[in-house]
T-cell receptor, first 113, second 116 residues
């Protein structure tokens, strides 16, 4: 059974600050997706990382896939109130069904003006 | 708008009752997934259908069942409801069959079930 942890569980910051959230697994995964869920909505895909050590940038968001393929991080630069939401990581484990994504419990981010 | 439609958005019912949640996937997507989201458990995978057939099963209770119809819409049936079944139920769809890969899941807005 794979253990998946996201940290921190909650994060409250002021607009303009930088932050990093983490996703750690007990098992190696073949790829990982990050989703953001806003209140009253379903999760929306932000990025998929597939290569160990990979870094992907999406405007102010930087995603990193660990070399060991057991962890990932999401860094947000100069956070804005629109970044508020629940950030979920979803690794895809070797041999797993693509749809049977295991989601972490998420990091609930609140960005205050 | 993800293109995935779920109804109803909100549902309040009593313990012991049965409810049906409905999902229409994005046009062209053959796979439908059901997830349950609660505060303590996070987003839990329940079941996946691909083109009418069950493809993968997660932590779905025996009191719950699902099916996907020829027009590809899906229904999740929850019976003998308990207080602990109160949660958000999400449907997602994907073009992939679920045999591997890194495809994107498109989620609906969810159905909020409250069991009193």
């Amino acid at each position: 059974t794979q253990l998946l942890e996201q940290s921190p569980q909650f994060l409250s910051i002021q607009e303009g600050e930088n932050l990093t959230v983490y996703c750690n697994s007990s098992s190696v995964f073949s790829s990982l997706q990050w989703y953001r869920q806003e209140p009253g909505e379903g999760p929306v895909l932000l990025v998929t990382v597939v290569t160990g050590g990979e870094v992907k940038k999406l405007k102010r968001l930087t995603f990193q896939f660990g070399d060991a393929r057991k962890d990932s991080s999401l860094h947000i630069t100069a956070a804005q109130t629109g970044d508020t939401g629940l950030y979920l990581c979803a690794p895809h484990y070797y041999g797993g069904s693509q749809g049977n994504l295991i989601f972490g419990k998420g990091t609930k981010l609140s960005v205050k003006p | 708008d993800s293109g995935v439609t779920q109804t109803p958005k909100h549902l309040i019912t009593a313990t012991g009752q049965r409810v049906t949640l409905r999902c229409s996937p994005r046009s062209g997507d053959l796979s439908v997934y059901w997830y349950q989201q609660s505060l303590d458990q996070g987003l839990q995978f329940l079941i996946q259908y691909y083109n009418g057939e069950e493809r993968a099963k997660g932590n779905i209770l025996e009191r719950f069942s699902a099916q996907q119809f020829p027009d590809l819409h899906s229904e999740l049936n929850l019976s003998s409801l308990e207080l602990g079944d109160s949660a958000l139920y999400f449907c997602a769809s994907s073009v992939l069959s679920g045999t591997g890969g890194t495809g994107e899941l498109f989620f609906g807005e969810g159905s909020r079930l409250t069991v009193l």
